[in-house]
């Protein structure tokens, strides 16, 4: 039986509940079902201040749009460049930004009930989208690359405007599964100050370089062991780069991700680096959702 939107997005954010407590935001009630029943947009659930009204906005009446988003980071600054620049063209788009980043916004995100990135679009997080027979639902929920991109996004805010806007899962619809990038994992071995260490790559980028002997594996046969992990880390449904963590184990600490060893950080480098075993690791977690 195919798992519908919702259960996937369920089934992600649970993921991050049990490694950085990520909650869901959405909920279906029979309620939502009777709308769908009845020929109308589901009634909106997500967020307890979402509209009741899910019918299409007017083309005269405010849209308004709500940023759950670490701006003080910087990461996210496509997302809000885009957020503010259709609100400065178009006085109907009513943007509120909550920088979780801050204090004061980390409280309004907490006391509204989210713990990831989220953007609301007439106080809903799942919206449907586009031409007749092009239809598409949308949940922007966590950065955009993942389940979102920034084209789908402003696409989503044209359509609230016009008024072609669905508000939920507009039955009949193409659910779009993931915007991930394909990644390419790969290990290699460079030389650098005239000695060989194993590096982990993704798409071009080192996320984990290895410089010493562990558990009898030289630095190369450790990067490949670890670039092996992490595919199949990546493969793991719900998988997230979120979740990747670090855990002080016996001989040092772990780079965990999907809850599996990918590499372990000993003491050994991390006194080549002058550093401790957990910056060391925490480095590469850094390096690795970066590249991811």
Request: overall charge positive; proline content about 7%; hydrophobic content about 40%.
């Amino acid at each position: 039986m195919r798992i519908t939107h919702i259960a996937r997005t369920a089934l992600m954010a649970a993921l991050l509940v049990a490694t950085l407590g990520c909650r869901p935001s959405t909920t279906q009630s029979s309620s939502d079902a009777a709308a769908q029943q009845a020929g109308r947009p589901e009634q909106a659930t997500e967020t307890p201040t979402a509209t009741t009204d899910a019918q299409p906005v007017a083309s005269d009446k405010p849209v308004p749009v709500k940023g759950y988003i670490n701006v003080s980071s910087g990461c996210q600054q496509a997302t809000v460049d885009l957020l503010k620049r259709m609100a400065g063209q178009n006085p109907r788009l009513q943007l509120e930004l909550i920088d979780f980043g801050q204090p004061e916004g980390s409280r309004r995100w907490r006391a509204d009930g989210f713990n990831c990135m989220m953007v609301l679009i007439n106080g809903h997080s799942t919206v449907t989208y586009g031409a007749p027979g092009k239809r598409q639902i949308v949940t922007f929920q966590f950065p955009p690359g993942f389940q979102w991109t920034i084209q789908d996004l402003e696409a989503a805010l044209k359509a609230a405007l016009d008024g072609t806007i669905y508000y939920g899962e507009e039955p009949g619809a193409t659910t779009v599964e993931s915007r991930m990038p394909q990644l390419r994992v790969t290990s290699r071995e460079s030389v650098i100050n005239g000695k060989k260490v194993g590096e982990v790559v993704v798409n071009g980028q080192v996320a984990v370089r290895l410089r010493t002997t562990f558990d009898g594996l030289p630095p190369l046969q450790r990067a490949e062991q670890a670039a092996a992990r992490l595919k199949r880390a990546i493969a793991t449904p719900g998988f997230h780069p979120s979740s990747i963590r670090v855990d002080t184990v016996t001989d040092g600490v772990a780079l965990i991700a999907a809850d599996k060893v990918l590499c372990i950080a000993d003491a050994p480098q991390a006194q080549m680096l002058n550093t401790t075993p957990t910056k060391l690791a925490q480095g590469w977690a850094s390096a690795l959702k970066k590249a991811l």
